[in-house]
């Protein structure tokens, strides 16, 4: 599996403008229900900050990788926001975050294959100081699967 497999280019968006945590996961998991990878927004929110309360999923590198498994996913996706600027949140490295990459993966077994293999693989891409600078700087979907080309 690929980044270009999973990521749909009708859950990204780029020059986003939240000030928060809490805008920039409800604006990404709202692309998640209009595009058919979620059932509810509530439910999934819950599950992703019962998550967020066991500990950072800023990466540093002004990246965050929120997650948790739901039984509100109904297809296995990505939501990727790029903000313009940086918003508070609880990192490795103490500096906020820019780049958001919303995981929806069901609470079952699959689910839970899913998420080891969709960190593994964003953790991998994510590594690459070049891949990081072109993501933070991407302007449309487009340039979002450039940057993890």
């Known amino acids: 599996m690929e980044v270009k497999d999973i990521v749909d280019l009708k859950t990204v ?19 998640l ?20 309360a066991e500990g950072q999923t800023g990466i540093g590198n002004y990246i ?3 997650h948790g498994k739901s039984a509100y996913v109904k297809n296995i996706g990505v939501a ?11 990192t490795l ?13 069901g609470n079952d077994n699959e689910g839970a294959n899913s998420h080891l293999k969709l ?9 690459n100081d070049e891949v990081v600078k072109d993501l933070l700087h991407s302007n449309s979907s487009a340039d979002v699967m450039e940057a993890f080309a």
């Open 13 to 31: 968006k780029t020059n986003m403008n939240a000030k928060t945590k809490d805008e920039v996961l409800n604006e990404l998991a709202h692309l």
């Open 80 to 90: 990727i926001g790029i903000n313009k600027e940086e918003i508070p949140w609880e």
């Open 119 to 127: 960190l593994s693989l964003f953790a991998r891409k994510l590594g």
């Open 33 to 52: 229900l209009e595009n058919g990878y979620i059932t509810e927004i509530d439910g999934f929110m819950r599950d992703i900050y019962a998550r967020e």
């Open 93 to 105: 490295d103490g500096k906020g975050v820019k780049g958001i990459i919303l995981f929806a993966v």
């Open 64 to 66: 965050a990788i929120p």
